[in-house]
């Protein structure tokens, strides 16, 4: 079996002649890979890890997933099975515990037993540190939990690729930390990862590879090295010294370290 298990041809999604958020994308994605997709916003990032996973239908190309052409694919669920997505807003059950959500899909899309699954959804939770929190309801989480608990609910269904949008753009920042943990616990298990993230310095410690996009393509690619110490190309330059080189000169008697703080992620974002 080729180790490629994803290919993109000419990938294109265009809402009307004014609104085109991916023009051209193609490239390939290696077995046990970890990329991140960094760039300002507005440059098609989420759009494009909602189209491999057939949230949005591209205009035109292909999604080449383990040899097969997913776009007119006519069975989605399955797809979506082997490409799981983590999105920034958690979107879990509030309903449900937390070990409801976790084994709702495998019991009723893949026949798993209430017991089989229960058993590793536990083994599952206890890798991320939540065990304690399997009969707790998402209300009684904090944002760094939600978002172990969507991680563990993708991962029971077995994936061989995990999309993850802007996985931490959603939590406090003290919580960062504990969610990135967890995707690098992933890497080391060789699992297959696409991020889209603004948090450089994670991008930088656990990618293989970085596309920076830029006006609706791949602007360019790389190693981390690469791209964040020595890019190619002058608009990959210019927002990697942006990131680098902000500072803010504060009246010593006004500092307040949360506007502060503020001010550097409103930046960031700016930015992505």
């Known amino acids: 079996m080729s ?19 991916i023009k051209n994308l193609s490239f390939e994605i290696h077995r046990g890979e970890v990329i991140s997709i960094i760039g300002p916003s507005g440059t098609g990032k989420s759009t494009f890890l909602r189209m491999i996973n057939l949230l949005e239908r591209p205009t035109a190309g292909k999604i080449i997933f383990n040899g097969e052409n997913i776009v007119d694919s006519g069975n989605l669920s399955v797809i979506r099975q082997k490409i799981g997505m ?36 536990k083994k599952l939770f206890e890798r991320v540190g939540l065990v304690e929190k399997m009969f707790n309801y998402p209300k009684e989480l904090s944002g760094g939990q939600k978002q ?6 993708a991962l029971m269904m077995e994936p061989e690729i995990i999309l993850f949008d802007e996985p931490t753009s959603a939590l ?18 060789g699992l297959t990862m696409l991020i889209v993230t603004h948090e450089m310095r ?20 790389g190693t981390p090295q690469e791209i964040f110490q020595s890019p190619k190309r002058d608009a990959t330059r210019i927002f990697i010294n942006r990131l680098k080189t902000y500072e803010k000169v504060f009246d010593d008697e006004q500092i307040d370290l949360p506007i502060i703080q503020g001010e550097i992620e409103t930046f960031a974002h700016k930015q992505l």
Do not use: C
Not at 202 to 221: H, K, L, P, Q, T
């Open 3 to 21: 180790d490629i298990i994803l290919s993109i041809e000419n990938l294109r999604k265009e809402y009307s002649a004014q609104a085109v958020p």
């Open 148 to 153: 172990r608990v969507a991680i563990v609910r």
């Open 202 to 221: 994670f991008a930088g410690n656990v990618s293989d590879r970085i596309f920076f996009m830029n006006e609706g393509i791949i602007y360019e690619e």
């Open 172 to 189: 406090d920042p003290t919580m960062v930390g504990e969610v990135l943990s967890v995707i690098k616990m992933l890497k080391n298990r």
């Open 86 to 121: 983590i999105f920034q807003t958690f979107n879990l059950f509030e309903g449900k515990t937390v070990i409801e959500n976790a084994i709702a899909a495998p019991i009723e899309l893949k026949g798993i037993s209430p017991q089989k699954a229960y058993d590793k959804a």
